[in-house]
Every structure is written in structure tokens, then in C-alpha cells.
């Protein structure tokens, strides 16, 4: 029995800007964060030559290829294990929410069948093993930070090139001002989001000139527009970056104000109605600055506060839970090896 967790995460920084139709052409920098809330993969042999997959659905195949779940599928192919194997996943927070499940599922997946394998790999040689499933095999329009991050943990600066190759650093805060960020920020659900493909394949499209408008200048203008946001943002996570490691932490709330202005030029669908409303009361109940975290749609609120006990009394009120959190520093891990 093999039993992997991955963190999921909250995005700090520059997101958006880790799609290749992006930093192909202009690299990309930005920092995000693991969170103590994981997904956990189990894996055992079986005494019959089935595989036995168990998620929000159950399947038992004996051909690899018949598996209807595409990560799970594509990660088996990928390491070479294609019967009498038994896995399940769990998590702490559900898909759907924002916080880089899919790709923190994979990333867990990969860790389990690895270490089954006893093959050897880095926190990075997982990330852009996961990578090249989600993105080159099965084409989603996604970026590297969730995988990246679920693989390494902590507070981290990821920088892509062009060629696609990823670093990481830590961010070089002194203790103090980390504890202080972590204790002031809070997390509120406001909701399931839409799919985070949709929004950033609406993204990538842009980028690349590809919108359902016909008129030529109008898509050019669109990907223009585009193009200026992402470079924006892509320098915004590098302000936000020395804010904090300055220990600037209410610069920081400021910035994603900022942030979250532009992000919501991206896409109609980033948010809605509620969000902008729930949004708007908490900046009026102790918030310093806040965003939606994730491709947008729903999901999870995050707000820097200076004073948390009225912030969360007010949200709670409209009928939002708060989710505390501490920051995971590990990243993916096996738990358990029986």
C-alpha cells in the first residue's frame, strides 16, 4: 500500500502568464503558494489482473486503454503499469474550486506510481512529468503553476523560458513577515467555478488571434489587448514578489487589488454578479485588497485583512465559510508505504 498527497494552492502572483501561447514568446514569471489542503492518492496490487479506479466514479477495466478517466489513464501508460493494480483518490477540498485540482491530482498520481516503480525523479522532473500529460497528451489550454507548485510546496517564485524550462526559488522572507502574511489572509467559498479550461482556452485564443470574430482587426486588436494585460500582470508578480520579500505585506493587498482589476478585463466570465458584491463588502469589513483564486468563475475569494474577526463576522453573514489554512512547505509527499 502506497499512499501520496499533493497541496493544492493559491495563486500570489503573476498567474495567467504560465500558458505557452504566452511565455513562448515573452517567458513568464509568477509565485504561488501550497496550502495544508491536499488530494491523497492509495495505491495497491491486486491479487486479478483489473485495474480498479476509484474517484467521484468507480471503474474496473482490464485494458489500460479503456479507462475512462484521461489523467489516470495517460499516467499509467506514462509509467508502464497497466494491470492488478488498485487506486483511489480523496481530497481535502474539491475540484471545481479553483484551487489547481487537477493538476495537483496528477501530480499526487505520479507520485504514488513512482514510487511503486521506485523510479527516481526531482520535484521538478514530476511537475513537468504531469505537465506533459495534461498539456502535450491530452491538450488541455492550461499553464505549469499548479503542477509545478504541488510538486515543490512552500512560497515560491516559478520562472518559465521560452523554451519551457522552469526554475524555482523560495521567496526570501524573513520568518516574521511570512507568519505575518500567513495569519492575515483568509480564504472564503463562494461557490463551485465554471470549467477553468473554458476560461483560459477563451485566454490562449486571444493570445494567439484565434476568436470567434471574423473582422481581422478586431482580433488583432483583442489579442493586442490580450497581450498587454498578461505583460502587465507578468510584472505585477515580480512587484508583488519584492513586496514581500521587503515584508511589505499591506503593499501587497494593494497590489492585488490591482491584480484582480485586471484580471477581470481577461474574460467576462471571470466574474459575476455575487463575486463583485461579496467582493465589495469585504473591502468594506476589514480587507485590505483580495482576488479570486483560480482561472475565475467561482471558486475561492482569498483577502488580506487587517482586521480578520470583522471581515470574517461580515462574510459570514452573506453566507460565506471561511477556510483557514497554513501554508505547506513540503509539497508532494508519500505518506504511507506498507
Known sequence: MIIAKAPLRISIGGGGTDLPSYYERF?????????????????????????????????????VEDIRHPIVREALKLTGLTRALEISSFADIPSGTGLGSSGTFTVALLKALYTYRSRAHSPLSLAEDACQIEIEKLGSPIG??????????????????????????????????????????????????????????????????????????????????????????????????AALEKGEIDEFGRLMNVHWEHKKKRSKNMSSGPIDQYYELAMKNGAIGGKLIGAGGGGFLMFLADDKRRLRKAMREAGLQDVPFRFDTLGAQVVLRD
Not at 28 to 57: G, M, N, P, V
Open 27 to 63: 517567458e513568464s514569471t509568477f509565485i504561488s503558494a501550497a496550502i495544508d489542503k491536499y488530494i491523497y492518492i492509495s495505491l495497491h496490487q491486486i491479487f486479478i489482473e483489473d485495474l480498479i479506479i476509484k474517484y467521484s466514479e468507480l471503474e474496473r477495466v482490464k485494458d
Open 144 to 241: 505549469k503553476q499548479d503542477q509545478y507548485i504541488a510538486s515543490v510546496g512552500g512560497l515560491t517564485r516559478f520562472h518559465i523560458n521560452r523554451e519551457g524550462k522552469v526554475s524555482a526559488h523560495a521567496l526570501e522572507m524573513q520568518p516574521h513577515h511570512l507568519i505575518d502574511l500567513q495569519e492575515h489572509l483568509l480564504l472564503f467559498f463562494t461557490g463551485y467555478s465554471r470549467s477553468a479550461n473554458d476560461i483560459l482556452r477563451e485566454q490562449d485564443d486571444a493570445v494567439k488571434g484565434k476568436t470567434a470574430t471574423p473582422n481581422k482587426g478586431e482580433a488583432e486588436k483583442l489579442s493586442h489587448d490580450m497581450l498587454e494585460n498578461l505583460h502587465f500582470t507578468n510584472e505585477l508578480g515580480l512587484n508583488i514578489g
